[in-house]
Antibody, heavy 118, light 107 residues
Framework: EEQLVQSGAEVKKPGESLKISCKGS????????IGWVRQVPGKGLEWMGI????????KYSPSFQGQVTISADKSVSTAYLQWTSLKASDTAIYYC???????????WGQGTLVTVSS | DIQMTQSPSSVSASVGDRITITCRAS??????LAWYQQKPGTAPKVLIF???NLQSGVPSRFSGSGSGTEFTLTIRSLQPEDFATYYC?????????FGQGTKLEIK
């Protein structure tokens, strides 16, 4: 079964760093783009960026460029989303999702809730 | 960035009804549009890709149409499990922007 399994919920303080993960299985991880989508509780979906694990080519939404870092380790079939200094406004559910360029997302991880509060 | 605008923002309907949700793009996106369904507490699920192609496993009561800047998602004969929030997403050019969502509620 093709799936993406994300790391568990996190509670952090403003200014702390964080790296969450998304592990792919059941398919060739290096052959598909993996992206990240943010959803503030009760709000809509925001597309953050994508990475191609085969060569680590990465593309960001201008809204998130410089705010987060997307990376991947193809040896463990895992993509990552990282912050160096969290803000309260980063509180959200973060989904990873497998992308087919031009066709969109064909399946999603279960989501990781990140809560940033002092 | 391409802006995506959905209408209505919310709609009430009954089991058995037919509803249509519209999604408009701020520029021509050909047929590069996807539709997703999201139920509370769960990840979104793809329904339609490339404007009118039904994802495998999605019931045939869902259909998509349109090209250029205007698109529609139609659900005929609503079932109880269809009450959810629906999002469109343009997949023509990066960043792949979403519409703001349409909440489908039971009347």
């Amino acid at each position: 079964e093709e799936q993406l399994v994300q790391s568990g919920a996190e509670v952090k303080k403003p200014g702390e760093s964080l790296k969450i993960s998304c592990k792919g299985s059941g398919y060739s991880f290096i052959d598909y783009w993996i992206g990240w989508v943010r959803q503030v509780p009760g709000k809509g979906l925001e597309w953050m960026g994508i990475i191609y694990p085969g060569d680590s080519d990465t593309k960001y939404s201008p809204s998130f460029q410089g705010q987060v870092t997307i990376s991947a380790d193809k040896s463990v079939s895992t993509a990552y989303l990282q912050w160096t200094s969290l803000k309260a406004s980063d509180t959200a559910i973060y989904y990873c999702a497998r992308h087919r360029l031009g066709l969109g997302i064909d399946f999603w991880g279960q989501g990781t809730l990140v809560t940033v509060s002092s | 960035d391409i802006q995506m605008t959905q209408s209505p923002s919310s709609v009430s309907a009954s089991v058995g009804d037919r509803i249509t949700i519209t999604c408009r793009a701020s520029q021509d996106i050909n047929n590069w549009l996807a539709w997703y369904q999201q139920k509370p507490g769960t990840a979104p699920k793809v329904l339609i890709f490339a404007a009118s192609n039904l994802q495998s496993g999605v019931p045939s009561r869902f259909s998509g149409s349109g090209s250029g800047t205007e698109f529609t998602l139609t659900i005929r004969s609503l079932q109880p499990e269809d009450f959810a929030t629906y999002y469109c997403q343009q997949t023509n050019s990066l960043p792949y922007t979403f519409g703001q969502g349409t909440k489908l509620e039971i009347k």
